[in-house]
């Protein structure tokens, strides 16, 4: 592999590379500091405070108080506890509203909350325009009697679209349902500040802020209503069993409060350099389109779809580059239907199938954004010179097996 | 990321035969832009009656772009009647073979290649002849019939692979399972399904009826209230409270651990019990 080139990693709304500061905080917890907080000792209480230092230190990045954050195994966990947790103080309660674009750890979760509850649920899953935005009347239509909880995620993953989560949380809690947003994505990239905020439940993930996987937090606001999803020792309060992850947690930490300081990079250089980058492939590129609301968004993600091609293929084509990047098409999404996002955007099939989505972070250069406007045209020129339906007289269908297809 | 053999990466990166034949002998489509995957091949007959140029068009992934590119290396040369035997594993053999959520590409280069040997020929494409089993991707039953023999496939989920029937909103799950027992010739040994998830809603009406009559409302009047059945929508069935029972503040509590329990007990574990309003 003596041509590799260096990689330009893009994909930071997958993951994120562990921050070398986070990652020099976490060592020595892996080494010789290797007591248990919980211990009686000074050997173990001296990882119990720096433990409380990485609580306080979450707590402060979303504006909370350290009482208020549980630390779990990831983002999928805290969700998890969430929901159930509501659900379980509303037991006569049969109704969750949640959205058509949510990540599986909630759309999943949902769908099959019977094996877990016991009981079917009623789910409402609220559309979206075309931009990927929410409709507030409908959501406020959506709520009833027997609404247990909403669950609505702060921004999208695969288009960075910000969903009104503060005001839809304040309609819930005047109807006294319980609400729990996924932040995943907007921790550490938008400002948080639950002081001021009628959200009950926040759903933070490690790995997505540059620290490691396999942490995660939960905020639950002091007041609300709250059941352990994994029951064992005293450990968070008997809010979550099992000796923490000190490690990680540590490392949680530390990656909060390095994504406080740099929030004004985030939404400054880090935006611009988005900005660039997609006006830089629309413009050097025709028939792409930017999937997701312009303005209501995240600064480090650009989702467009480039017309007639298909979305594993460029991703590949950029591997050769060391570009690494995601797609929603079909091929790339595990499944044979292009992502259940852009499908609720009713995104045309024309440009799901070929959708890329680019995530940067903090560590992505101008050069690299640079790199890949100046590649990305000709991979997309390649691929739609081998395409069938790229300028030919007859975009859509071209017959031969029969494709009435209405499976958006 | 999908595992891919170093040839089907080879041919993904330096696709042979791109392109267009302006007076070809015979043309094959198959798939559409809303499937996700589609392939156009152009075939050119030379004096000898073999195959002299192929050339195709594909919009994909890099396993459907390489099937059409080995396809069209794979068929120059040959006669119409040596084409016609080229069978998807053959495609698949030749590029050191799929992963096998990918081998609907290779099914999908022997497609156009039957579609395109039926253009030359004047008849209609056979594999297209069947009945639609899968709306969403357009598959016929004889697709899915010879792609059950060929490859023997053995499970809904392997048809799903090989021809993509079954990949979409996954309605035509319980006809290609039927089919699968048909090829199979299993059709005799066709198991009794559990009779409670074939309930009409006539019998569900009868059922919760009786189970009111039985134990529900006998139970409620001690309290001095009773119930009704107002409607039944597929699994929810709506009721409204009276007497005691429509007043009383723990009445949504008896809907669902009392009422809402027996009736999945005793007539089905998925309905759902609501108040009417």
Redesign the interface.
């Known amino acids: 592999m003596a041509n590799t080139p260096p990689v330009i990693y893009l994909d930071n709304n997958a993951t994120t590379k562990v921050d070398p500061a986070v990652l020099e905080a976490m060592l020595p917890y892996f080494g010789e500091l290797y007591g248990n907080p919980s211990s009686m000792h000074s050997f173990g209480g001296q990882v119990g405070r720096t433990l409380a230092d990485a609580r306080q230190q979450v707590a402060s990045l979303i504006g909370a108080t350290s009482e208020e954050i549980i630390f779990t195994s990831c983002g999928t966990e805290s969700d998890s506890t969430a929901i159930l947790a509501a659900l379980q103080a509303f ?2 309660k ?1 109704h969750i509203v949640t959205t058509r674009v949510e990540h599986p750890a909630v759309k999943h979760l949902c769908e099959h909350l ?1 094996r877990l509850t016991g ?2 649920h ?1 789910v409402t899953k609220l559309p979206v325009d075309r931009d990927g935005l929410l409709d507030l009347e409908q959501y406020e239509a959506a709520l009833n009697d ?1 609404t247990a909880v909403v669950s609505v995620m702060w921004a999208n993953n695969e288009t960075g679209v910000i969903f009104p989560v503060e005001e839809m949380a304040k309609i819930a809690k005047n109807r006294g349902i319980l609400f729990h947003t996924d932040a995943v994505q907007a921790v550490g990239k938008i400002p948080i500040n639950m002081a001021v905020s009628a959200i009950d439940f926040l759903s933070i993930s490690g790995h997505k802020l540059h620290a490691p996987k396999g942490v995660g937090a939960l905020y639950v606001r002091k007041g609300a209503p709250f059941a352990p999803l994994i029951i064992g020792g005293h450990q968070e309060k008997g809010r979550r069993g099992g000796t923490e992850n000190v490690t990680s947690v540590i490392g949680l930490g530390k990656a909060c409060a390095l994504a406080g300081a740099r929030m004004e990079e985030e939404n400054g250089r880090v935006r611009q350099l988005r900005d660039k980058l997609e006006e830089g492939l629309l413009s050097k590129i025709p028939n792409a389109i930017l999937n997701g609301h312009k303005e209501q968004r995240l600064p480090n993600t650009t989702n467009i779809s480039f017309e ?6 460029i991703l ?2 950029l591997d ?1 580059h060391g570009i690494c990047a995601s797609s929603g ?4 999404s ?5 992502s259940h996002v852009l499908r609720a955007m009713g995104v045309p ?2 440009a799901a ?1 070929g959708s890329v989505r680019l995530s940067l972070s903090v560590f992505n250069t101008e050069e690299e954004i640079d790199c890949v406007i100046d590649k990305m045209p000709g991979i997309i020129a390649k691929l739609r ?5 790229w300028r030919s007289s007859h ?13 958006s | 990321m ?1 595992e891919y053999t170093d040839k089907v ?1 080879e041919h ?2 330096n ?1 042979r035969n ?1 392109g267009e034949i302006p007076d070809a002998d015979g043309i ?13 091949l152009f075939i050119k007959l030379g004096p000898d009656g073999r195959i002299a140029d192929a050339k195709f ?6 396993s ?2 390489a099937s059409s590119s080995a396809l069209t290396e794979m068929i120059k040369g040959l006669t119409l009647e040596e084409a016609e035997k080229i069978s998807n594993e053959d495609i698949a053999e030749e590029l050191g073979g799929l992963p096998k ?1 990918k081998m609907h590409c290779s099914v999908m280069g022997r ?2 290649l039957e ?1 395109a040997i039926a253009n030359y020929r004047g008849i209609p ?1 056979p ?2 002849q069947g009945e ?1 089993v899968c ?6 039953d004889l ?1 899915i019939r010879r792609a059950i023999h060929e490859s023997k496939l053995k499970s809904v989920e392997e048809i ?1 692979n090989f021809t ?1 029937a079954g ?3 996954g309605r035509c799950h319980e006809r290609l399972e039927e089919i699968l027992r048909e090829e199979r010739q299993e059709i005799k040994e066709k198991p009794a399904a559990e009779p409670a998830k074939k309930l009409t809603n006539i019998q569900k009406i009868k059922m919760i009826e009786e189970l009111f009559e039985r134990e529900i409302r006998p139970a409620l009047r001690k309290d001095g209230g009773d119930i009704e059945l107002v409607d039944l929508d597929g ?1 929810f069935v709506t009721v409204a409270l009276r007497g005691a029972c429509g007043t009383c503040k723990k009445a ?2 008896t ?3 009392y009422v ?1 329990k027996k009736l999945r007990e005793q007539v089905l574990d ?3 019990v ?1 108040e009417a309003h």
């Open positions: 037991p006569e049969r019977d009981h079917k009623r027997d007639y091609v298909e979305g594993e293929s590949l084509h050769q098409s079909a091929c790339t595990g499944s044979l239907e292009p099939f024309t199938h010179e081998m395409s069938p339906f975009q859509g269908s071209v017959g031969g097996a029969n494709c009435p297809c209405e499976c | 999908w990466r993904f990166m696709p791109v094959g489509e198959v798939g559409s832009l809303a499937c996700g995957d589609a392939l156009k068009k594909t919009f994909g992934c890099a459907a772009i959520e497609e156009a579609a494409i594999m297209a639609v709306e969403c991707f357009g598959v016929t697709e799903t993509k990949g979409g909103c699994d949504n509590l809907l669902k651990e809402e998925s309905l759902v609501e």
